[in-house]
């Protein structure tokens, strides 16, 4: 089946650095991928809809200069996050979307942020 | 208030028992609903995929849609401990890849052998 792999699965980094988290569609092309965050015992959130060679699209309330995402080829898509907080610790997820048909997005099994 | 409703529980079980998972819903756009199983740090694992009012089987689990009342459920039959893990459902509005889904806040629910 489809595999979509992040790296790094857990990360600590000090308060005021940047992070990148990486997004891989390992056996498809993915056009579209998304970027989640997810807290404790809480929901999924859309941060931002990610389009291979365009700008990300943003959900309201999401800081784009803080959160950069760059969806450079089909199988990759990053997210940066800069001048990381303690606030920023989360759990980051991604989907990526194999087809058209919206029950072929695919999660990565997530990354844990933690800043300190 | 929320567009998707989910209770998160804790629901706890014993092996074999018929579970029932429900959302509810404001936004009568979502045509889409899916329900997804998450074991505790891992990414989201798609279990059904529907479209409109209507059931779906998939072996021991049952999804069902009443559009009319806004409610979506989840039957897990014959549960299993592995089971055990939080429940999210999901809809969207479109069908493409390319719609955002907007997810309930989950259901944690522990299967007890």
């Known amino acids: 089946g489809a595999v979509v792999s992040q790296h790094p699965s857990w990360v600590i980094c000090k308060s005021g650095t940047s992070v990148k988290i990486e997004c891989r569609s390992l056996d498809f092309q993915a056009t579209t991928m998304f970027w989640y965050r997810q807290f404790p015992k809480q929901s999924l959130m859309l941060m931002a809809t990610?389009?291979?060679?365009?700008?990300?699209?943003?959900e309201q309330g999401v800081e784009k200069d803080k959160f950069l995402i760059n969806h450079a080829s089909l199988t990759l898509s990053t997210l940066t996050v800069t001048s990381a907080h303690p606030e920023d610790s989360s759990f980051y997820i991604c989907s990526a979307a194999r087809g058209l048909s919206g029950n072929t997005i695919y999660f990565g099994e997530g990354s844990w942020l933690t800043v300190v | 208030q929320k567009e998707v409703e989910q209770d998160p529980g804790p629901l706890s079980v014993p092996e074999g028992a018929i579970v029932s998972l429900n959302c509810t819903y404001s936004?009568?756009?979502?045509?889409?609903f899916m329900w997804y199983r998450q074991y505790s740090r891992k990414g989201p694992e798609l279990l059904m995929y529907t479209y409109s009012s209507g059931n779906k089987e998939d072996g021991r689990f049952t999804a069902q849609v009443d559009k009319s009342s806004k409610y979506i459920s989840l039957f897990i039959r014959d549960s299993q401990p592995s089971d055990s893990a939080t429940y999210l459902c999901a809809m969207s509005a479109g069908e493409t890849s390319g719609s955002r889904l907007t997810f309930g806040e989950g259901t944690q629910l522990t299967v007890n052998p």
């Open positions: 990610s389009n291979e060679g365009s700008k990300a699209t943003y």
């Open positions: 936004n009568s756009a979502f045509q889409y």
